[in-house]
């Protein structure tokens, strides 16, 4: 009840408040604005004190077996670290791989002058804002080895670097 009753004043006092501000005299204008500021407090308390919504009960099969299936080991903790660079048509990008391997990686590539500066990040990294030289791409493991393969036009002669050492990054044995 108390949430509709905050709505009905919202809806007859806020109007009158704007129309005092404009309109109105000195204690008028006084008034609107304590009106509009009680009224913003209100709300603020109101959806501070609300209970969190209850978990709606989906006896449906789907959600039956999303909540049988056990959650995915979160991969968030730790940066791989690229141990070979493959810089042709594509970035091939390789990396000893651990158990419950992230299945996708953020690639953040920039190139400056003759080198590729490479970032490479787990899925979902923390504080990451998106850029345009950011990829996401899907992640293989095979034999113990996580690899990934971002398309890249480079200039010839490119070196590709680590760009949280410093390190240039050797390209795979043939």
């Not at 309109?23 to 913003?40: K, N, Q, S, Y």
């Not at 209850?54 to 299936?69: C, H, K, M």
Request: proline share 14%; hydrophobic share 45%.
């Amino acid at each position: 009840m108390l949430p509709l009753s905050l709505g009905v004043a919202w809806l007859v006092l806020g109007p009158l408040a704007l129309w005092l501000l404009v309109r109105g005299t000195t204690i008028d204008r006084a008034a609107a604005v304590v009106t509009l500021v009680l009224l913003e407090a209100g709300t603020v308390a109101m959806s501070a004190l609300r209970p969190p919504p209850a978990p709606a009960a989906d006896p449906s099969p789907q959600a039956v077996a999303v909540a049988a299936t056990p959650a995915e080991p979160s991969c968030r903790g730790r940066a791989p670290v690229p141990r070979t660079a493959d810089v042709s048509r594509h970035l091939v990008l390789t990396w000893p791989a651990v158990p419950g391997e992230c299945r996708t990686a953020e690639v953040v590539v920039l190139p400056r002058g003759k080198k590729l500066l490479i970032w490479l990040y787990a899925a979902g990294h923390p504080g990451r804002a998106p850029s345009r030289h950011s990829y996401t791409r899907p992640v293989h493991v095979k034999d113990g080895t996580a690899s990934l393969t971002v398309p890249l036009h480079p200039e010839t002669g490119v070196v590709p670097v680590d760009g949280r050492s410093g390190r240039p990054i050797p390209s795979r044995p043939a």
